[in-house]
């Protein structure tokens, strides 16, 4: 079954650092640029970042940048996001996404097909 | 402008059809997606590139586009697409990705 499985995420306090993860399982992961899409409570999709097929690059919306960290392990079919500096607003559900439309051989679609069971984190005091 | 902007609410009877725009500048270079949420469920793509539907998404999806407007049409509404739906597309270089804010689509 092909599934992209999360990890990380919990209640944290402002200012402090959390990783998430993605793991794929049964199917095609090196190809495809990765995204990472979060949710705040009650409130619509936020695109947050995305990493190339090959990790060389990454791209961040600007509500993160400086903050956010996204980077894969092809070895280990993993892409992580490390948050740092966490404010109460990065509060959310944290989605990863395959993009199908963005691969090794054109980066011209827009398909975000395999989503993973998402995570949430909590920034409290 | 790198916004895609969406109708907030929408309602449609049941076996009607019913359409959800998504509208921004980006939509003229790019294609659009389309998702579908349900509560407490991660996003599922019902339409990408503009009008291809995914193996396994009923074909009473469709998608099209004209000008700055990417259309999801649903043809033969059932109670089981009552949902959140969102748009997503790209910014003018390509590099940055946007979503709509959302339409919660209501079956009556």
């Known amino acids: 079954q092909e599934q992209l499985v999360q990890s990380g995420g919990g209640v944290v306090q402002p200012g402090t650092s959390l990783r998430l993860s993605c793991a794929a399982s049964?199917?095609?992961?090196?190809?495809?640029?990765i995204h990472w899409v979060r949710q705040a409570p009650g409130k619509g999709l936020e695109w947050v970042a995305v990493?190339?097929?090959?990790?060389?690059?990454?791209y961040y919306a600007d509500s993160v940048k400086g903050r956010f960290a996204i980077s894969r392990d092809t070895s280990r079919n993993t892409v992580f996001l490390q948050l740092s500096s966490l404010r109460g607003e990065d509060t959310a559900v944290y989605y990863c996404?395959?993009?199908?439309?963005?691969?090794?051989?054109?980066?011209?679609?827009?398909?975000?097909?395999?989503w993973g069971q998402g995570t949430t984190v909590i920034v409290s005091s | 402008s790198s916004e895609v902007t969406q109708e907030p609410a929408v309602s449609v009877a049941l076996g009607q059809t019913v359409t959800i725009t998504c509208q921004g500048d980006?939509?003229?270079?790019?294609?659009a997606g389309w998702y579908q949420q349900k509560p407490g469920q991660a996003p599922v793509i019902v339409i990408f590139?503009?009008?291809y539907r995914p193996s396994g998404i009923p074909d009473r999806f469709s998608g099209s586009s004209s000008g700055n407007t990417a259309s999801l049409t649903i043809t033969g509404t059932q109670a089981e697409d009552e949902a959140d739906y969102y748009c997503?597309?790209?910014?003018?270089?390509?590099?940055?990705?946007?979503f709509g804010g959302g339409t919660r689509l209501t079956v009556l």
């Open positions: 049964g199917l095609a992961f090196s190809d495809y640029a």
């Open positions: 997503n597309s790209r910014d003018s270089s390509g590099n940055y990705w946007v």
């Open positions: 590139d503009g009008d």
């Open positions: 996404a395959r993009d199908l439309g963005c691969s090794s051989t054109s980066c011209h679609g827009n398909a975000f097909d395999i």
């Open positions: 990493v190339s097929y090959d990790g060389d690059r990454t």
């Open positions: 980006s939509l003229r270079t790019f294609y």
